[in-house]
């Protein structure tokens, strides 16, 4: 089932382990459904359409996987259980991915590849510099050929480089790229043609949010001028925060975004969260100026700490579940108005004629 | 923070766009010019980034805004604004690639259309210290200026060559700093080019 790997080729985050506080409580779990699937007279996983876990029966045991996989899922087990519980698998073809990296690609494409590979993940993987570089062009590469008409867009580098990180083999990981790119994110966020609405909307959704959540906050951006579009930087849902957070607390936003279900739009909750953490240091800044600086630079905006900070971050995220259920149908609608703006030819970067007064951004709140 | 708002004269702010092909070292020159540093690990620029500082002119003190963009195609639709926003465009490429040279007038019409005359643009061809590669010569590089209408140098962000003088020719050309000296002070940029090592400003040292 698993194809053996030359250790060399495996990324530091599988070869240098480290202990996983919850190794011992994903043993356990993984152990009970073996019993019960033995029980059941289903030794044969194949049986039950395969994987590590299968699917679950009762909603003790979907509690149970839940609570698992917001502590984190270790670092040896993300590649089985991402793929497998976001359905990555079902994308699947036979032999496809072979073609695809065969396959001849616009020269254009394949340049923009090479540019960007060797800026990927560097300041903290120099597995990077050695055989990752190539793993991640291959991903890429395959990538570009099954989805011609979106060719590669700068920051899926970043995202297909953090998945190499956890998931050894190409091929899994290219089908997992394909499927958040098919799935997780929006429609068209990675199209050529779309100008860039489906992350500039996300943006301003958020702003929405802050405006619901976060008043005070909400006000400031408004006193220093600072544009609906402009609440944080674009690259922030662009690269699913691949380029933005730390590794450990990534991968940590990943597993509840890729794994559970109901969770796609988990990265606004993320975002928020990262607001709310550095909300003291935003509204301290006195100029628009002071607030970008803020939101580039990673000594002043808080986007890493220690395993506590990771936690933190997570259960305020996670405890954003109620109030952002509506997610979906706000970028919908916000990517519907852009899509019209930017087809009639307007400029994009005008909010205040787009959007007169301070609420009203969504459907669901006053139109 | 507090402090500026403190002064009776506030600082003049200025913003610059950073435009150009993917990976002509935009986000190095700017790196070159804030930190003195060139970081051969930069990662490469999603969207926009914003940086600042503040620069220490003979009498006055000006704060430079960056916007640092992506080069590739499919961001550019983000870029108008923060075009329309600024009154220094640096457009760069690369002297070893002549496509991102070409790309060049593209960028500059770009600007012309949001800010028309109102504007100062350099062209920047970056990557001197790769000179056995160069596909764009110095003098394609002028010529093309003076077509365009923009200032001109050349500059490796990697060695440092010329940095200080792209941004010593803009604040030269800043409005109401025009013949005004230059100087450096403790702990800020000093955009003077060291006197030791005068560079012309075309940047051809060789």
């Keep these: ?367 | 923070m507090a402090a500026s708002s403190a002064y009776t004269n506030p600082l003049k702010k200025f913003k610059l766009v950073f435009l150009g092909e993917q990976s002509v070292g935009k986000t190095s020159l700017i790196t070159r010019f804030m930190y003195d540093s060139f970081d051969s690990t930069y990662q490469a620029t999603i969207g926009i980034d914003f940086l600042s500082k503040t620069m220490y002119l003979d009498d006055r003190t000006v704060r430079l805004q960056l916007w640092d963009t992506a080069g590739q195609e499919r961001f550019r639709s983000l870029i108008p604004s923060y075009i329309r926003d600024s009154s220094v465009a640096v457009v760069v490429y690369d002297i070893t690639s002549l496509k991102s040279f070409q790309q060049c007038r593209k960028w500059v019409d770009d600007v012309r259309g949001e800010r028309g005359q109102d504007v100062i643009i350099v062209l920047v061809g970056n990557k001197t210290d790769l000179g056995e590669k160069r596909e764009v010569s110095v003098q394609m590089g002028e010529e093309e200026s003076k077509k365009l209408g923009c200032l001109f140098v050349e500059t490796s962000a990697k060695v440092g060559h010329n940095v200080k003088g792209l941004f010593k020719k803009i604040a030269q050309a800043l409005p109401g700093m025009e013949g005004e000296g230059v100087q450096g002070a403790a702990n800020t940029i000093d955009v003077n080019v060291n006197p030791q090592k005068p560079e012309s400003e075309g940047g051809c040292n060789c």
């Design chain 1, 1 to 367: 089932m698993i194809p053996q790997i030359d250790k060399d080729e495996l990324p530091p985050t599988l070869t240098d382990r480290r202990d996983d506080p919850h190794e011992a409580a994903w043993n356990k779990f993984l152990l009970n459904i073996t019993k019960a699937r033995s029980r059941d007279g289903k030794q044969d996983q194949a049986d039950d359409g395969g994987g590590l876990i299968g699917p679950l029966v009762g909603q003790q045991k979907l509690k149970a996987l839940g609570q698992l996989v917001m502590a984190g899922i270790p670092m040896q087990l993300r590649q089985y259980i991402w793929l497998e519980l976001s359905h990555a698998d079902s994308l699947k073809e036979p032999s496809a991915y072979e073609s695809y990296i065969r396959e001849e690609v616009d020269p254009a494409e394949i340049d923009a590849i090479v540019n960007d590979v060797p800026r990927t993940l560097t300041q903290s993987r120099s597995f990077y510099t050695n055989k990752g570089f190539e793993r991640l062009k291959e991903v890429l590469v395959a990538f570009v050929a099954k989805y011609d008409n979106l060719g590669y867009t700068q920051g899926l580098n970043s995202i297909a480089g953090y998945l190499l990180l956890a998931i050894p083999q190409n091929e899994e990981a290219f089908w997992m790229l394909c499927k958040m790119v098919d799935e997780y994110f929006p429609e068209e966020y990675f199209a050529r043609e779309n100008a860039m609405t489906g992350p500039l909307a996300d943006v301003i959704v958020l702003r929405s949010y802050v405006r619901e959540l976060m008043p005070q906050l909400a006000k400031h951006m408004d006193d220093l001028d600072i544009g609906p579009q402009h609440t944080v930087p674009v690259r922030w849902f662009f690269t699913a925060f691949s380029n933005v957070l730390g590794e450990d607390a990534l991968m940590r936003v990943w597993d509840i975004w890729l794994c559970l279900p109901g969770q796609k739009t988990f990265l606004f909750n993320v975002a928020l969260a990262l607001l709310m953490q550095n909300a003291s240091g935003l509204l301290a800044c006195e100029t628009e100026g002071e607030y970008w600086s803020y939101m580039d630079d990673k000594d002043q905006c808080k986007v890493d700490g220690d395993a506590e900070w990771v936690n933190k971050l997570i259960k305020a995220a996670v405890e954003l579940r109620k109030e952002l259920q509506k997610v979906g149908e706000r970028r919908a609608w916000e990517a519907k108005l852009l899509r019209r703006k930017v087809g009639s030819c307007e400029a994009l970067y005008s909010p205040d004629e787009m959007r007169p007064g301070s609420g009203g951004h969504a459907p669901d709140n006053g139109r």
